[in-house]
DNA sequence: TAGATTGTTAATCGATTAACAATC
DNA sequence: TAGATTGTTAATCGATTAACAATC
């Protein structure tokens, strides 16, 4: 089972969950059967991209019919590992970490905020929603004893390489990073990076022409 | 002037940022030149195409010597338009809109937050920095009277496209969304997502392999 | 001069789109 | 059956990387 799959390209990973979501969108709206070409105008998208996305994983649609609302929806919920519980830790409990708890407890359940750790002694034992903020100490201990998978960096840029040397110490492989700075780690980690500076920077250059 | 370029694609747009915090880093650091080769080290990046991309501006680099940090950093600031005073327009005034608020101001002093807007009323005077929270209907006169090119979404997904409309109707041609929603614009308007929940969901299909 | 490095062209790689046979 | 739509192969497009002449 390893090995002989075609590797699926991030481009492919990225856009599955747009089609979850437009999944959930059309269950709401009681549309129970779609085509490519029909999602492909609702998501600004070209339906033989569509097609060719979701073939990587399956044969998920019905040649002359499209595919199934709520089947699609289940599979691309197993694609994206999301049938199960996935604990993710926090660092950082300033306004964009309470930001980000808030949001993601609303949007997903399935993926919960497991921990919120902040180093500075003022914010240790505060509580945001269903969760006080740990010490940062605690990180490594939490990671293992709450089967931590994924981290959420939320810390000024200065703290943040060593928040990301511990969380990979302590054994995460997947960091999600919002400081604006090119952290380093191992190949074997998944890093991504939304640098929100950096976004508006680059789109200043579209004022004028 | 107009319809000779080359026509620059955003991915390398989107590199320019990051080439330009590293100039600074380097300035900080008493590194006055630096070559492609060097920077792709730094940066994990081929210094073919660090080269490539700025050449499509210029030719800011020395042969056999490589590029003047803080010539270098010069120019990727006027090819950015960061060289001037950018006004952006911020609606949404929850945690997401105090964090980006406060990261704004922090990280590059020429894009300035010109005004902060919320439609609920508990939040309408409220001081956020140096800011006071505006009703939104305020919005369509601030961009004119303030001059805002850009607008800022972070509010709730539900309330987004009406936002969206409200930015485009009075004049604003760049924007940046943090709801997680696949907003409609004219074609003329530039739309960037940052999607916090999305980023989330396709980070979650690497757990386990 | 000899070594280093740019700017740029050509080669490669990968991602998107078109086309269509299979089939519901 | 006739019309619609998938899954997939082939064609196209665009982005990245290699290579090297020019030159500091």
Redesign the pocket.
Known sequence: MLGKEPKI????IRRLPIYLRLMQLLKVQGITT??????GVRLD?????I??D??YF??????????EVEYLERKLRQILNLDRQINVALIGAGHLGIALSNYARFQSERISIAGLFDADPNKIGLTVGSLVVQNFSELTNMVQTKNIQMGIIAVPAIAAQDVCDSLISAGVKIILNFAPINLRVPKEVVLRNTDFTTELQSLAFYIDE
Chains 1, 2 share one sequence.
Do not use: C, H, T
């Open positions: 390209s991030n481009s492919v779609i085509s490519s070409q029909d999602m998208m070209n339906p033989a991209q097609r060719k979701l073939a399956g044969e998920f649609g019905r040649k002359g019919v499209g595919y």
